[in-house]
């Protein structure tokens, strides 16, 4: 389930859910790529190349239905049997590779802007802006 920012309410927690995902290390996650299930890259290496606009435009989309369907699961997770949650994350986690690939990116892709917006503040704000994020929220 994705959800869009639609009302005041979802919309600031999407804000902070963005945020966190930019300034945490949070990122998309799949088992067929470069990190296993439930890591995220922790030792980037050095700064990639700065990505084109459209790149940063795509992961943008991509970033505001990520950190919905983050926003989504963390809240039903929170309820859960330990079961369950194992079971959400891994649900979520598909959600979050689909997502990324619907705004036409592979995990790969939207990690290297994630990774590149931590470091650049000029990607990072144009990254944000693209995710429908007012940065005066930090």
Do not use: C, W
Request: charged share 15%; glycine share 8%.
């Amino acid at each position: 389930m994705i959800y869009r920012k639609t009302a005041p309410a979802l919309a600031g927690g999407l804000v902070l859910a963005a945020l966190a995902l930019i300034s945490t290390g949070a990122t998309a996650q799949t088992s067929s790529g470069n990190t296993a299930p439930g890591q995220t890259l922790t030792n980037p290496g050095p700064a990639p190349a700065a990505p084109s606009d459209a790149t940063v435009r795509q992961a943008g989309a991509a970033l505001r239905d990520v950190a919905g369907i983050k926003q989504s699961y963390g809240a039903r997770m929170q309820s859960a049997s330990p079961d369950q949650r194992q079971s959400l994350a891994q649900q979520a986690e598909q959600e979050e590779v689909a997502a990324v690939r619907r705004h036409g990116l592979s995990v790969d892709q939207f990690n290297q802007v994630v990774q590149t917006a931590r470091a650049d503040p000029a990607v990072r704000s144009h990254l944000l802006a693209a995710a429908g994020v007012n940065e005066q929220h930090q």
